[in-house]
């Protein structure tokens, strides 16, 4: 059984689709500085209630600077460079390399079948967007 990395990216795309997971991979920390810094800034002109406003301004131009931003995790997963997407490959094997199948279609139906194994595999993808590339993770629901 050869084990293939466009077959394990094909079923994290799968399970990430599924729960259409997004990710923020750019400007969320520089979101949350804007946000602090104009509330310093409030608080330092206008004291309590300047605070107040530049937080709540703060958090406006925060949120709209990165509107936009998040990315579905599918299309982050399949834009990754060989080596990263190796990894995750590496990763994903270690969890399913007691199943038997011949193609990512074999394999994804296999592991749709099995809530444990899709838990496990979202569990390693959103620890590894999480901390690999320091990206913020959220379900559209």
Not at 22 to 41: D, I, N, P
Not at 104 to 131: C, D, F, I, P, R
Request: aromatic share 4%; net charge negative; hydrophobic share 50%.
């Amino acid at each position: 059984m050869p084990v293939v990395v466009g077959d394990i990216m094909k079923l994290l795309c799968s399970i990430s689709e599924e729960r259409k997971m997004k990710a923020a991979v750019k400007h969320s920390g520089r979101g949350a500085l804007v946000t602090g810094a104009v509330a310093f800034v409030g608080g330092l002109v206008g004291g309590p209630p300047g605070l107040a406003v530049g937080g709540a301004v703060g958090g406006l131009l925060g949120a709209w600077m990165t509107s936009g931003q998040f990315k579905p995790i599918p299309q982050i997963l399949m834009e990754l460079p060989p080596a990263e997407q190796q990894k995750l490959f590496n990763q994903a094997t270690a969890i399913v390399r007691h199943l038997e199948w011949m193609d990512a279609v074999q394999l994804t139906t296999l592991v749709m079948g099995s809530e444990a194994l899709q838990q496990q595999l979202l569990a390693m993808l959103v620890n590894y967007v999480t901390k690999e590339l320091q990206a913020e993770v959220q379900y559209d629901d």
